[in-house]
């Protein structure tokens, strides 16, 4: 919907500029889609006058011209040749920008100085659809050195709002007038409906109506006698061009007016074309041809309303009059009819012949009835003020079931508790009144009354809605929930089970399957040692062979196939996870086995064990476990036993990763080095915490600090992390580890290691005397628990 900005002032006094007006209404919720301001990119084009005109010396079609911008004469070039001495035409100045967004700037023309440009219709963007020929001639008393933008009215703005399906009251100037008085708080008028019926004739005796189906909800008409068909006015003109609509004359602009600015479609009849004085609304025959105001013939069916003088269809029921009744020009007598209709079938048919008009976009959304009198009580009172006839004295109004205002009460309070707000019920009530919602307080509840124009107001939550959005949602305190990852249906460690292949993809890992029953020879290809619990499996009865005789008790064997698999292939790097079952046997065979979820990870060719552990940080980090440790792993005869790691939680051992062991590597036929992650993730999902906390950006700013220690080179930097972390306590906001250091200007069996401590008080800003506390605290602490120097 495009609303002229200049237009709606009519309305109501608008204190703001129109790009702040755009973005109040938006907050309210009409939605802003763009801002069009004419003449926006013109910058430095004024009024000047032409004092002298003069040959160039060296260029036959360029001449020489004195010009007087006001405040001075300048010289300006040009190869125009529609002016003369004394006229005023639009001159660009130095570093001024035309229409199109060219800028302008002083130079030399075949040697002389020009320190501008003259501007043509074109030049400012105004020239339309016809040939420019020559310079835009000004009038006589256009004023030397103003601004033309002003002069000629270009700075003019149109806001052009999204209006959804449930407000059809917005598709019009005072619809959008009433949400503008709301949203500024102020007040909107209603434009005069008040006219004098000076012909004595009765439409009642010349024109009855008969409605024959019910997708026509009420139809009304007035005639008007005398009419002189001419242009309309030049403010109407400008009215409707700035909207979109072109301007045809004064009967069928007042049509177009009247449903931009009240909202409610109007038609006006040639009075001369309805020969049988009865207008009956009923269905169109199937194959029943028409020809539409474009002058195109339509193939109708029965879904399609018609309106008809007798059994002659004139116009398709709220999309498109009939050439056969248009305004003519010597039209003396004209019909006005207002009408209403059922949107669904105004959409379904308009949407059938590919037309959208006007009146079917307001129609189609099931506007109010009872908007159809007020529109015409304006189109009357414009032909009374315009001079363009006589109204006739009564109105057609065939009305066979009317809408009524509805009636809500509300409690204030359930509103506050709705919305979150401490809203007084005055308040509430100013803004409902502010939208044409009478309100009337009685103790804690409002008892609001819903005028017809609201299709969308039904239900109290409706009514809070309004109440919000006038009140504003910027002072709505902010409600933080407490969203839980559990889901209808959908066990928690289904949802957590997403989460970790969600991880390990985006890690780059793909995910494989294996069989959850392998051989018994798998415990020697990995190595288990002969009285390990690993060998204790569930036999299966009735085996499909030798290879597939077993539960497997680990998923080591299932991954180290699927990497030996890949090598086989000449895949130069394989990137595997795999999330399965292990089968535990219960001392009481009689039970069935515990089955254990497990996430076995694979990867060879261009890793190495720190993306592995990468990769196991990133999984422990999605599942929110901040506590997990890794210890030296060296006991299991899998993996190499100075490469491997323990993950340990809470003092529990939930898993191991690190370089497989030679050995194995051969025995699967890999000549790279493999390194596997075996993690019990039902052990990870109890420990799992999703919920993300707030954390506010930091209102004090962070100091850091540098360290480099030498320790022994078999401290983990774990353990120096953690002993910072327990010094340093809350102060200590991060740790960051950026140089470990080995060589000759280190004693042999230590090493030099580096760390960035941040530090931040989330109540003050610290000192260097706080940081200084705490940071020897560290170095003492360094020092005593695992015998670090400073260096």
Partial sequence: MKIPFNWIKDYVDINVEAKELGDILTLTGSQLEEIEIQGDNIKNIVVCQIEKIEKHPDADRLQVCQVNIGDEIIQIVTAADNMKEGDKVPAALHKSIISDGT????????????????????????????????LMILPSDAPIGKDIKAYLGLNKAILDFEITSNRPDCLSMVGMARETAAALDTEYRMPNISFEAKCSKN????????????????YMARGVKNVKIAPSPGWMQERLLEAGVRPINNIVDITNFVMLEIGEPMHAFDGRELTEGKIVIERAKDGEKFTTLD?????LNS???????????VA???IMGGLNSEIQDDTSAVIFECANFNGTNIRVNSKTLGIRTEASLRFEKDIDPNLALVALDRACALVCELGVGDVMEGTVDEYPSVKEISYITVSSSWINTFLGTEITKEEMKKALDSLDLKTEINEDNLEITVPTFRVDI????????????????????TTVFDVTPLRENKHKNDILREVVIDSLIASGLNQSISYSFVSPKVFDKIKVEQDSELRNVIKIKNPLGEDFSVMRTSTLPSIMESLGRNYSRNNEYAALFEIGKVYIKQEDESKLPIERNILTIGIYGEYDFL??????????DRLGITKGKFLRESLNPTFHPGKTASVQLRGKSVGIFGEIHPD??????????????????????????????????????AATRDIAVLVDDSVLAQDIEETIKKAGGALVERIRLFDIYKGTQIAEGKKSIAYAIVYRDPKKSLTDNDVNKVHDKILKSLENKIGAELR
């Fill in 303 to 313: 879904n399609f309303l018609c309106i008809k003088d007798g059994d002659r269809t």
């Fill in 203 to 218: 439409i009642n005796d010349e024109l009855k109506v008969e409605i024959k189906s019910d997708l026509c909800r009420r």
């Fill in 103 to 134: 800028e302008i700037k002083k130079g030399k023309m075949r040697g002389l100085l020009s320190n501008g440009m003259f501007c043509s219709e074109e030049e400012l963007g105004i020239a339309g659809d016809e040939p420019v020929h020559g």
């Fill in 316 to 318: 398709l029921a709220g």
């Fill in 664 to 701: 194995v590597q051969e025995v699967y036929g890999v000549d790279k080095e493999c390194y596997v992650a075996e993690l019990d993730l039902d052990l990870l999902y109890l420990a799992a915490d999703t919920k993300k906390p707030y954390t506010p950006i930091p209102k004090f700013p």
């Fill in 458 to 477: 039904k239900i109290k939550q409706d009514i809070a809605e309004e109440v919000a959005r006038i009140f504003g949602y910027d002072k709505i305190p």
């Fill in 611 to 620: 993306d592995l552990k990468g990769i196991v940080e990133n999984v422990l």
């Fill in 295 to 299: 002058e195109t013939e339509r193939e």
